[in-house]
């Protein structure tokens, strides 16, 4: 509980930079070749959202009608199994569990550690750049964190061994090719910062826009039509007490409908348990 996900891309000349604000619970910011300052929370074990321009972040729901974190693939944990028996501090990461990330170093070798800002309303701001001369060849980075314990662990992703060269990692480059090479298989996911929902097609819209039809026929009025800007996203509202969210999912499974749950705002509850089922 209360974790967050912060990711940010970018090309050879760009600052990467990254800022989360947290409240109780989770949240994640996705941002390309900026600073990121985000103003909504989500809840969640790991990472399960996607945010973009509007504020919005969401959980894209999976085939069993849960939002939540892909399981990583076994691929992926293998690496990642190997690298840490090399004494790397390597986690899966993104939405998809299809990257793998390890700890951002500082100059001196230690762990990057992020700027905290306690604002008046006791909201935590996490502020975190990576520096693009100690990293010149990394393109994506992020930060995970837990506002409950107050962990921010600070990762840059390197797309192959050669990224190391001429960063704090530089001298393990042998060990991380030893690890691609005892596992050919793996790649790193490619990264995008485009909507899941840009190019949906107009039957999977017409498919969302009956879910919320269907939705408010049950007697959930609060759920209204997904937005021409985002077709296949659901907002599940702020104001709504979590009683009622956890009976809407529920009572409105997604099942094989391409719904992405949308959630605006500051939630007193953990977003990503309600949508789990019940006991």
Same mark, same amino acid.
């Given at each position: 509980?209360?974790?967050?996900?912060?990711?940010?891309?970018?090309? @050879?000349?760009?600052?990467?930079?990254?800022?989360?604000?947290?409240?109780?619970?989770?949240?994640?910011?996705?941002?390309?070749?900026?600073?990121?300052?985000?103003?909504?929370?989500?809840?969640?074990?790991?990472?399960?959202?996607?945010?973009?321009?509007?504020?919005?972040?969401?959980?894209?729901?999976?085939?069993?009608?849960?939002?939540?974190?892909?399981?990583?693939?076994?691929?992926?944990?293998?690496?990642?199994?190997?690298?840490?028996?090399?004494?790397?501090?390597?986690?899966?990461?993104?939405?998809?569990?299809?990257?793998?990330?390890?700890?951002?170093?500082?100059?001196?070798?230690?762990?990057?550690?992020?700027?905290?800002?306690?604002?008046?309303?006791?909201?935590?701001?996490?502020?975190?750049?990576?520096?693009?001369?100690?990293?010149?060849?990394?393109?994506?980075?992020?930060?995970?964190?837990?506002?409950?314990?107050?962990? +921010?662990? +600070?990762?840059?992703?390197?797309?192959?061994?050669?990224?190391?060269?001429?960063?704090?990692?530089?001298?393990?480059?042998?060990?991380?090719?030893?690890?691609?090479?005892?596992?050919?298989?793996?790649?790193?996911?490619?990264?995008?910062?485009?909507?899941?929902?840009?190019?949906?097609?107009?039957?999977?819209?017409?498919?969302?826009? @009956?879910?919320?039809?269907?939705?408010?026929?049950?007697?959930?009025?609060?759920?209204?039509?997904?937005?021409?800007?985002?077709?296949?996203? &659901?907002? &599940?509202?702020?104001?709504?007490?979590?009683?009622?969210?956890?009976?809407?999912?529920?009572?409105?499974?997604?099942?094989?409908?391409?719904?992405?749950?949308?959630?605006?705002?500051?939630?007193?509850?953990?977003?990503?348990?309600?949508?789990?089922?019940?006991?």
């Amino acid at each position: 509980m209360g974790t967050h996900h912060d990711i940010e891309v970018r090309n @050879k000349h760009d600052r990467l930079a990254q800022a989360v604000a947290v409240a109780a619970t989770s949240v994640l910011c996705l941002t390309a070749l900026a600073a990121c300052s985000s103003p909504f929370t989500v809840g969640g074990g790991t990472d399960t959202a996607e945010a973009d321009d509007t504020g919005t972040s969401s959980t894209a729901a999976t085939g069993s009608g849960k939002g939540g974190p892909v399981e990583p693939s076994k691929t992926v944990k293998r690496f990642v199994a190997c690298l840490a028996g090399k004494g790397f501090d390597a986690r899966s990461v993104d939405w998809d569990n299809d990257q793998v990330g390890v700890v951002e170093l500082d100059a001196a070798g230690n762990p990057a550690q992020s700027q905290v800002t306690i604002h008046d309303d006791g909201t935590k701001e996490y502020s975190h750049a990576t520096p693009e001369g100690l990293y010149p060849n990394v393109v994506l980075s992020g930060s995970v964190g837990n506002s409950i314990t107050d962990e +921010n662990w +600070n990762y840059v992703i390197f797309r192959t061994s050669a990224d190391m060269a001429g960063t704090p990692y530089a001298s393990r480059q042998a060990d991380y090719a030893a690890c691609e090479a005892q596992n050919p298989d793996f790649a790193q996911a490619t990264f995008s910062t485009e909507p899941r929902d840009a190019n949906a097609s107009d039957e999977d819209k017409a498919a969302v826009l @009956k879910y919320a039809q269907d939705a408010r026929a049950k007697g959930f009025d609060w759920i209204a039509d997904p937005s021409g800007e985002h077709p296949l996203t &659901i907002v &599940i509202p702020n104001t709504v007490p979590e009683e009622d969210v956890r009976h809407f999912f529920q009572e409105c499974p997604v099942d094989d409908v391409p719904v992405i749950i949308g959630w605006e705002g500051d939630y007193p509850y953990d977003t990503f348990a309600v949508q789990q089922p019940a006991h």
